[in-house]
């Protein structure tokens, strides 16, 4: 049975721009990793990486603004968070086979637990996009 113990938590802003992603994605597989959830890394990766190409292709105004990745991992699930600057709601299309792009939302849908929107925090500008992925043991 995994046990965490307590609750774990981190931060990061990074600035919104496309070369940032390789940083980003690392940084959650080597959390992860240290807190012994190789059982949803690769999900929960993948995830984050669809989520940060959004908020930089879709609710950046430039490579000043900054996304704010919060990762929250109890002992029953981890909640990647993902705050911009635009108050725009992310909106799921229908997938075109046949597009380069438009496919994050459905990818994100499809690999979480459940996922959603939330206003953003009461200093803050913007929205706060987010997945959940339960906890499970090692395989």
Same mark, same amino acid.
């Given at each position: 049975? #995994?046990?965490?113990?307590?609750? =774990? *938590?981190?931060?990061?802003?990074?600035?919104? =721009?496309?070369?940032? $992603? $390789? &940083?980003?994605?690392?940084?959650? %597989?080597? !959390?992860?990793?240290r807190w012994?959830?190789?059982? #949803?890394?690769?999900? %929960?990766?993948? +995830?984050?990486?669809?989520?940060? $190409?959004? +908020?930089?292709? !879709?609710?950046?105004?430039?490579?000043?603004?900054? #996304? %704010?990745?919060? *990762?929250?991992?109890?002992?029953? +699930?981890?909640?990647?968070?993902?705050?911009?600057?635009?108050?725009?709601?992310?909106?799921?299309?229908?997938?075109? &086979?046949? +597009?380069?792009?438009?496919? &994050?939302?459905? #990818?994100?849908?499809?690999l979480a637990?459940?996922?959603?929107?939330?206003?953003?925090?009461?200093?803050?500008?913007?929205?706060?996009?987010?997945?959940?992925? %339960?906890?499970?043991?090692?395989?």
């Open positions: 049975m #995994i046990s965490l113990k307590r609750s =774990r *938590l981190v931060r990061l802003a990074v600035p919104a =721009r496309p070369s940032c $992603a $390789a &940083g980003v994605r690392r940084t959650v %597989a080597a !959390h992860l990793a012994d959830l190789s059982s #949803i890394a690769d999900d %929960a990766v993948l +995830a984050t990486d669809e989520l940060f $190409a959004n +908020a930089v292709r !879709h609710a950046s105004a430039g490579p000043a603004d900054t #996304i %704010a990745v919060t *990762l929250e991992c109890s002992d029953r +699930a981890l909640r990647v968070t993902l705050a911009d600057p635009s108050p725009a709601q992310p909106r799921p299309r229908a997938v075109d &086979g046949t +597009a380069e792009s438009g496919r &994050g939302l459905a #990818i994100v849908a499809a637990d459940d996922w959603g929107t939330d206003p953003p925090d009461a200093d803050d500008v913007g929205k706060r996009v987010w997945f959940s992925l %339960a906890v499970r043991e090692p395989t």
